[in-house]
């Protein structure tokens, strides 16, 4: 039997997480009885809002996740295969939200970017790089940074913490 539908969810929840939709979700598949249980495999498609892994702006993701999972509602199926996956349910319907939003993370890469060579956030001050430009890099030839760079190489060629604790070898 096909099962086909287009449910217009704004929200998955994922643990205790939501995913945000920004399309209808899109299911195209079918069921099949395979005595006391039932397979439903198919495929999703879906936009999801995720978050620039650099500068966590707002992304638009387009995903096509299958889908595969077996359900019963008869206990001692689901008691029996237990080296099988498959889901309990009760009554006349079948919520399957839980199992898309796993099948949809699935298919979710781990590190998203708004665009290929986003500048990310400035470490110092937190700026959106893509969107300004902060005072932080300049910062970097700034000559009072050299004049703590001299200071810096002197103390390492005073010598004296080498001499020191070569003195405490002869005690
Ligand atoms: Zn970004
Ligand atoms: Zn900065």
């Known amino acids: 039997m096909d099962v086909k539908f287009k449910e217009p969810l704004p929200y998955l929840s994922i643990d205790r997480d939501e995913m945000k939709l920004l399309s209808p979700l899109d299911f195209s598949g079918k069921i099949e009885n395979l005595g006391g249980r039932l397979l439903l495999t198919g495929n999703i498609n879906v936009t999801v809002e995720l978050l620039c892994s650099r500068c966590a702006e707002n992304i638009s993701l387009e995903v096509n996740a299958p889908f595969s999972e077996i359900f019963t509602n008869l206990k001692t199926v689901a008691e029996e295969e237990?080296?099988?996956?498959?889901?309990?349910?009760?009554?006349?319907?079948?919520?399957?939200?839980?199992?898309?939003?796993?099948?949809?993370?699935?298919?979710?890469?781990?590190?998203?970017?708004?665009?290929?060579?986003?500048?990310?956030?400035?470490?110092?001050?937190?700026?959106?790089?893509?969107?300004?430009?902060?005072?932080?890099?300049?910062?970097?030839?700034?000559?009072?940074?050299?004049?703590?760079?001299?200071?810096?190489n002197l103390s390492s060629t005073e010598g004296g913490v080498s001499s020191g604790s070569a003195e405490k070898k002869n005690i």
């Open 82 to 152: 237990q080296e099988e996956e498959i889901s309990f349910f009760s009554g006349e319907e079948i919520d399957i939200t839980s199992h898309v939003a796993r099948a949809i993370l699935l298919e979710l890469p781990m590190k998203v970017l708004c665009h290929e060579n986003c500048k990310g956030l400035c470490s110092e001050c937190g700026v959106n790089l893509n969107q300004a430009k902060c005072q932080c890099t300049e910062e970097v030839i700034d000559p009072r940074f050299l004049v703590l760079k001299k200071l810096v």
